[in-house]
């Protein structure tokens, strides 16, 4: 039922052809992790210097990798954790809302790419002492815009 409620909304947005082949994954495929992870990293770090999330959003397409999109949430995810302002915080939490919305992230890929944040939490913490603070505090904010659900937010690990 809810892949029959999914693909009802998928097919009647605007594009919806192009939004199938963006869910299903029409090609793309054939770059390596490797290149597609700097790709993902120069989108980030390019996003966080210009501040259009548009501009990111047609990157992230145009890679056409869907099943990919994890990547993305995981490595901004760390980005977060990894800052020291509030700018960083504020503009990842805006870019994944955006992508949210739009549905170029799917419920999958954002529930894949925060478990893979989880379970590397210990290491990050290891590099970053505040890590597990300020993750609740993103994951928090997160949840409460709507991209993850509750069952996710309440995964997430604890100091």
Known sequence: RA???RATVLLSMTKGGKRIDNVWGSGGGQQTVKHLVKEIDMLLKEYLLSG???EAERCLQELEVPHFHHELVYEAVVMVLESTGEKTFKMILDL???LWRS???TVD???RGYERVYREIPDINLDVPHSYSVLER???E???AGMISKPLRDLCPSR
Request: aromatic share 10%; glycine share 0%.
């Open 52 to 54: 259009d999330v548009l």
């Open 103 to 105: 549905s170029v992230i």
């Open 96 to 98: 994944l809302k955006s």
């Open 3 to 5: 892949a029959l409620d």
């Open 109 to 111: 890929q954002m529930k």
């Open 142 to 144: 997160c949840f409460q």
């Open 138 to 140: 993103f994951v928090e």
